[in-house]
């Protein structure tokens, strides 16, 4: 019974990175939209490279998040 | 208000193990299991319900791009309509990221794309109540195989075409140009480990976007069904993660088409490096 | 509300582990998914590559290459209909001269004909004139004579009655010349 909750408490610890991700989503975010009100023209041609960085910065949430379903999953 | 609290936690948690109404949530991880239809030979090469579902990916792809394609006129009608902004979506983006002459792999780009996009949204179909487990709906990438094959069908792509093409001037790729030469023992193994992180990068960013949301989405489901079960009052508290999960399927079409959008962009940048490793 | 959701989780969880560790992490279903990836995929990719792919892009690209056509045409034709405009107002400039030039040139004639014809009347009236004048003297003179002849005549058939005897007309002509 100690390694179930040993094991819970670590996934949950895994889990932690998804704070940091979403710390960084919302950065990249808030950034793309300040740029997107200063010059409303040059919005679309960006687009794609913020869902790029979205995609990158998610990753690293992500890793925990299967961490943690790895760990759950022993 | 403490106490109350206790006393339906302590109710909805019985309730919910003995289930009196005989209303049972399935399993949220048995929609990624793997269940065997027929072997193939004495090969370890099963046909599985992921097997299924990856040909019924390819039938629906080849259905789309047929009505697409069924009488092609100047004048597009809406099908075609439709399959000429895929075709320009996907070979935008392969001019961007990977010049005009990465244009030779337009038809591997847009494989790739259709099917990961067309996978990851068969795989948010709702299944039908109690037919065989093997016909259940399945999500081929949200398997880490299916993913990792898929990326290391790029990299491989990357590796070979870019050995071909360039020799050995591919390996300038790891040491990228105006860097100067005292740097290159720190440079060069940092850009190697970069490389080779890539196609895991590409696998378990696609494999855990389909892994966390079709969990969540069943896990919000399996709320709804303890909630109805609790009876009473939890019953009508039933709505809440009923609408929580729709505004999760909506995200999720967000994110079948924005990983399938992810993986081919990458994929893109990376048959980029290949065919101009010292840009 | 919210604890017991995650109580619930928390039991499904649980569950999900009684059932074993992750189906993704069962190593004896990889071959089986790579192997039907790879067919699926390759199937998938021949097919896109020899079928519908061309279709579409043989249209696009003969879209491509009709609107850049007309393109060319619509620029061809705007640079005739230019040409026209320029060979237009160019011929419109020549027949404007061309017409002040022919309205000067009939001003000149007419003017030169119109003092040639007067000076021609003029002539005329005055050759009129001295031939009228002419015959009018002519006239005068003859008036003239005829009078004196009537003057001889009858003087000479006074001097008849008056003596019987005839004078000659030189006679009598010269005798009325001296009164």
Redesign the interface.
Known sequence: MEMEAA??IGAGIAALPLAAAGIGLGLIFSSFLTGAFRNPSAAAANR?TM??A??LT??TG??G??LA??I??? | MADLLNVIITNLLGLAKQNPIGLKAADPMEQFEIVRIFPVGNTPFDFSNASLSMVMVVVVSCIFMFLATRKVSMVPGRMQAVGETLHGFVSDMLREMAGNDGLRFFPYIFTLFLFIFVANLLGLLPTLPSIPKMFHVFTPTSHLAVTLSLAMITISIVLIYGLYKNGFKFFKLFLPGGVPLWLAPLIVPIEIVSFLSRPLSLAIRLFANMFAGHLILKLFAGFVVSLIAAGGLMSGLAILPILGNVAIYLLEILVAFLQAYIFSVLSCMYLGDALHPDH | MTLSMVKIAADTAETAEKSGSLPQQDLSTFPGQIFWLLVTFGIMYLIMSRVFLPKLSGMIEERRDRIADDYDQAAELKRQAEEAEVAYNQSLADAKAKASSIAAETRADLDKEIATMSAKNDEQLASQVASAETRINDMKNAAAAKVQEAAVDTTRALVEALIDEMPTAEATKAAISQN
């Open positions: 094991k819970m794609g869902f790029l979205f995609a998610e990753f992500l890793l998040f299967v379903m790895i759950l999953g022993q």
